[in-house]
């Protein structure tokens, strides 16, 4: 398949071996390297192409010769996988160094994308600032270190204090089951038909945003799971599964959410940050622990009054079981490419763009939980907005996606059982019983139980 | 030339086969660049999509280092996914809707009335069609998702009457996506159409005139069985042309709600690119290479059938 480009980039090696080595007898002294970072960018999203920016000047003024070539992509979570992903099989258009979401990595460490980092990580004296739980997320299941975590989040419910004392809630709001956030929703409803209650994602327009933001939330807070790790296996019929898709039924059934066809456009999420919060049109949502990034000064949605108007809450478990809440964590990471033709320089400018001063700067621009450990003891990082103590205190609840590389499509085949349900197309026992098949036949029956 | 036209032919006449042959073949020279590219860039990548589809070939994980030979797997899998049938009765319906039905017979029927219309008429209806069909692809899917949204430009003409619309894109997706086509693919089949009428000749018309044939006995059987061939051809063209669409589709509805208007192109890029399973992806993307061969060879019959 790939042959023949194997054959001309060896024909193409050999060349240059032969032409180098023609060279060898005239030392370089000026020897022109070029490093190419690959990251994502988008109208919303610049905190990272801030970071790069600084780390690139910094670099280069350190490394004479060295030029960094900085080539953001401009997508969306799924597109920019895409993109990357499609990049790295060639070693002409794979990135030295790249931004990489946690739940890809251990797949694409599979697909030989990723540089194995444990001696460099060895030898470099900021590693053991990392907090031990941050280091998992770029660790392979051979146990290596493939990747180095920019930063983690979670996932917490977002409200607007004024919307909820219009409908008589008492703030600081903290419900202690679903029943008690349908009640409320209920409440707000009543109080003002014009307001959207209570958002949660749904369907596959959302993507990651729908199962992350919503589904998880839900179904871990019954004590079920999607993935047992101690077995290895999906888990399939649980009880779980069809409460959980029950409960967004009941949500967009009385409207207490977003209209369905709201929920299927992809950038639905702008809405809310945007308009339907900022104005007290929506009472309350599930989002990541980054929401403030957008509002604060230099973001998207600049918002100065969602420092008092905002406030954030546990999301409960189904009947308030232990441990009375639940969220979710991803984050994103740098690694290295596999096929880089200068790995130590690769290395040595990820390390660059992670020093404290980088890091604190993206985990501010960008409301991320620090896992550098004088980051996150930095007074400017505590004091980045008002909500920094309540969603890191979140990381005792907190889930991690199973990041097989069977994940992506189990994660569509949860996002199509969500939009079944809202759109009416299937009662949640028959989108549970429809996603259970489509699993078996995705993993195979030797790889899911029952439960 | 010198050489007198007898002894030419005779020179010609006295060639050995061999000689013939070799004479044939260099006459093949000058098509072989042409040959050649279209080998490299048409060829190549439709023999390499349909190599892919009986493996396992994936963007990421074990499969993207080390694809797999799987055999006919993906395209068994095919008859038990629950999408795909729906996926293919959609492309069907889309093709069917859009281009046999609705751009072939709408632009028939515009470039029958601009015969008889005057030019100004003509020129002016011809601009109007023509326009939507120069805008690249990707500029005529935003203008036909901003007509056709919950706050566009539909919406927005019917709140003049008073009515309340609905997110057309959302409870009609396919019948929005198929108008959209129609919309954008008429003027092809216009111009063809234009062009076939101006070549039958007047006197047949006439003389059917004078025997007292009526307008549509006059089109049904003077004017389309003359313009037989460009029928076929027409339809042949937008028929593969629609089968390929992706981009309107994409960009108007992405597919949903719940796979409504999910096309096989569409289903191909989400498999391969959206799940990253490349082989099924491909697979997908052979069957409906299969399925416009099939189309196209049925058009080719009928336009030998054509030309007596």
Redesign the interface.
């Known amino acids: 398949m790939r042959r023949p480009v194997r054959i001309g980039a060896a024909l193409l090696g050999v060349v240059g071996l032969l032409a180098s080595a023609a060279c060898s007898a005239q030392p370089q002294a000026t020897s022109k390297q070029t490093i190419k970072i690959v990251y994502q960018k988008t109208d919303s999203f610049t905190a990272l192409d801030k970071v790069f920016q600084d780390a690139k000047q910094e670099f280069e003024a350190a490394n004479a010769g060295v030029t960094v070539d900085l080539e953001p992509i401009q997508a969306n979570d799924d597109d920019y996988g895409t993109k990357l992903a499609l990049a790295q099989r060639s070693p002409d258009t794979a990135p030295d160094v790249f931004y990489e979401d946690t739940f890809k990595v251990r797949s694409d460490v599979d697909a030989g994308y990723l540089l194995k980092l444990d001696s460099q990580l060895a030898s470099w004296d900021e590693w053991s600032k990392f907090n031990e739980g941050a280091k998992a997320a770029g660790r392979g299941d051979d146990g290596s270190i493939y990747a180095v975590p920019l930063g983690t989040d979670t996932r917490a419910i977002w409200y607007n204090k004024t919307v909820l004392q219009k409908a008589g809630i008492p703030v600081p709001w903290q419900p202690k089951t679903w029943d008690d956030i349908l009640a409320a929703a209920r409440k707000m409803k009543a109080a003002d038909p014009g307001v959207i209650p209570f958002s949660m994602y749904a369907g596959t327009g959302t993507g990651e945003g729908t199962v992350m933001q919503s589904f998880y939330e839900l179904l871990y807070g019954t004590g079920s799971s999607l993935y047992s790790e101690s077995d290895k296996k999906w888990v399939l019929g649980s009880k779980g599964f069809t409460d959980s898709l029950q409960f967004l039924k009941t949500l967009y059934d009385e409207k207490l959410s977003v209209t369905p066809a709201d929920a299927l456009d992809a950038n639905v999420w702008k809405k809310v940050f945007g308009q339907w919060l900022p104005q007290g049109k929506m009472g309350a949502t599930v989002e990541g622990s980054y929401a403030p990034s957008f509002w604060q000064k230099g973001g998207s949605y600049e918002w100065a009054g969602y420092t008092q108007d905002m406030g954030v809450a546990t999301f409960p478990t189904q009947f308030g079981q232990d441990p009375g809440g639940v969220s979710m964590s991803g984050g994103w990471t740098l690694a290295v490419g596999a096929k880089t033709k200068a790995p130590d320089l690769a290395f040595k400018f990820l390390t660059t763009a992670l020093n404290k001063k980088n890091a604190l700067a993206f985990d501010v621009n960008n409301s991320q939980i620090a896992v550098r450990t004088d980051v996150a003891s930095d007074p400017g990082y505590q004091a980045a907005n008002p909500f920094v103590k309540a969603v890191s205190d979140l990381v005792g609840v907190t889930h991690y996606r199973p990041a097989t590389a069977d994940y992506p499509k189990i994660s569509l085949a949860v996002q199509q059982a969500t939009e079944a349900v809202i759109t009416g197309k299937q009662s949640p026992a028959e989108a549970a019983a429809e996603y259970d098949a489509s699993v078996k036949k995705l993993v195979g029956d030797a790889k899911v139980m029952q439960k | 030339m010198a050489v007198p036209d007898s002894l030419s032919r005779s020179s010609l006449r006295r060639r050995t086969p061999i000689q013939r042959t070799l004479r044939r073949r260099l006459r093949l020279l000058p098509v072989v660049p042409s040959i050649v590219l279209l080998g490299f860039f048409m060829l190549a990548p439709v023999a ?1 999509s349909f ?2 589809s009986f ?1 396992n ?9 080390n ?1 797999q030979w799987v055999g006919l797997d993906n395209y068994a ?1 095919m008859l ?3 999408v795909f049938p729906l996926s293919a009765w959609l492309t069907m319906v889309f093709v069917i809707a859009s281009a046999i039905l609705g751009q072939n017979a709408l632009g028939l029927g515009i470039a029958l009335l601009m015969t008889r219309s005057g030019g100004a008429t003509a020129s002016l209806v011809g601009t109007v069609v023509v326009a939507s069909w120069i805008l690249p692809e990707i500029v005529a899917a935003f203008a036909a998702y901003a007509y056709f949204s ?1 706050d566009g430009t539909l919406n927005q003409l019917l709140g003049l009457f008073g009515v309340q619309g609905t ?1 057309w894109l ?2 009609f997706p396919m019948a929005a996506v198929v108008l959209a086509n129609v919309w954008r693919g008429t003027a092809f089949s216009m111009l063809v159409y234009r062009a076939a009428l101006s070549q039958v000749p007047r006197d047949i018309s006439e003389a059917a005139l004078m025997d007292g044939a009526r307008g549509w006995q006059r089109l049904a059987f003077i004017t389309l069985p003359i313009i037989r061939g460009s029928i076929a051809t027409n339809l042949m063209l937008i028929t593969l042309q629609t089968l390929a669409v992706f981009t309107l589709i994409w960009v108007m509805t ?1 597919g ?3 796979n409504a208007s999910t096309t096989l192109p569409v289903l191909a890029y989400q498999e391969a ?5 490349i082989g099924y992806g491909t697979a997908i993307a052979s069957v409906l290479i299969l399925i416009g061969m099939v189309f196209g060879a049925v058009y080719v019959r009928l336009i030998r059938g054509a030309k007596p």
């Open positions: 390499w190599y892919a493996t070939a994936a963007l990421s994980g074990q499969a993207a280092l694809p899998r038990t996914d629950s919950q997110n959302y409870a992405g949903g709600p719940s690119f959206k799940l990253g399973d």
